[in-house]
T-cell receptor, first 114, second 108 residues
Framework: DTEVTQTPKHLVMGMTNKKSLKCEQHMGHRAMYWYKQKAKKPPELMFVYSYEKLSINESVPSRFSPECPNSSLLNLHLHALQPEDSALYLC?????????????FGEGSRLTVL | TQLLEQSPQFLSIQEGENLTVYCNSSSVFSSLQWYRQEPGEGPVLLVTVVTGGEVKKLKRLTFQFGDARKDSSLHITAAQPGDTGLYLCAGDRDKIIFGKGTRLHILP
């Protein structure tokens, strides 16, 4: 069982909808990440939070808005998405940003934008 | 520019055979990780290698880190259908760099 929990597992939304993806970890990790993964591709980094502060934004469009309410929770707010944003969205955590190699991933949220 | 090159991209072999997949770079990494990902799920960390020349074993899987810390290999002995999946290597250079992965299919 993964120690990083993501909800929902599947999400279908229209281009005018507003939805959120949620991620929770209870391993005491101080760094949390959002990745986007298209079919047959490796994960692409979107955002990194370190000690609840945004430390890396990989030039992600503003229709994706991350939020880190506390050290255990990470949200990704979605608004006015495009069909090409359909993908598997993965949350991950690591002990520290300075030891990023060992990532613990959730099972992902499969997003379909109609 | 792809910092981490994985080969082969695809591999389909019979159950019981041995195989090796590779992760190569011209850059030095402070550590390399190998992950396995099954369809519709997140990647699962298999191993971290840190020291040049290091060899780690995980049951039938043997991981090696190159002496110069630029490359790594994963050898699977007597492959089983449960080994099927996408194998990703990732390097640690300030931020994590993923290779494109090797898609492995073990035929029963």
């Amino acid at each position: 069982d993964t120690e990083v929990t993501q909800t929902p597992k599947h999400l279908v939304m229209g281009m005018t909808n507003k939805k959120s993806l949620k991620c929770e970890q209870h391993m005491g990790h101080r760094a949390m990440y959002w990745y986007k993964q298209k079919a047959k591709k490796p994960p692409e980094l979107m955002f990194v939070y370190s000690y609840e502060k945004l430390s890396i934004n990989e030039s992600v469009p503003s229709r994706f808005s991350p939020e880190c309410p506390n050290s255990s929770l990470l949200n990704l707010h979605l608004h006015a998405l495009q069909p090409e944003d359909s993908a598997l969205y993965l949350c991950a955590s690591s002990q520290e940003v300075t030891r990023p190699g060992e990532l613990f991933f959730g099972e992902g949220s499969r997003l379909t934008v109609l | 520019t792809q910092l981490l090159e994985q080969s082969p991209q695809f591999l389909s072999i019979q159950e019981g055979e041995n195989l090796t997949v590779y992760c190569n770079s011209s850059s030095v990494f402070s550590s390399l990780q190998w992950y396995r990902q099954e369809p519709g799920e997140g990647p699962v960390l298999l191993v971290t290698v840190v020291t040049g020349g290091e060899v780690k074993k995980l049951k039938r899987l043997t991981f090696q880190f190159g002496d110069a810390r630029k490359d790594s290999s994963l050898h699977i002995t007597a492959a089983q259908p449960g080994d099927t999946g996408l194998y990703l290597c990732a390097g640690d250079r300030d931020k994590i760099i993923f290779g494109k992965g090797t898609r492995l299919h073990i035929l029963p």
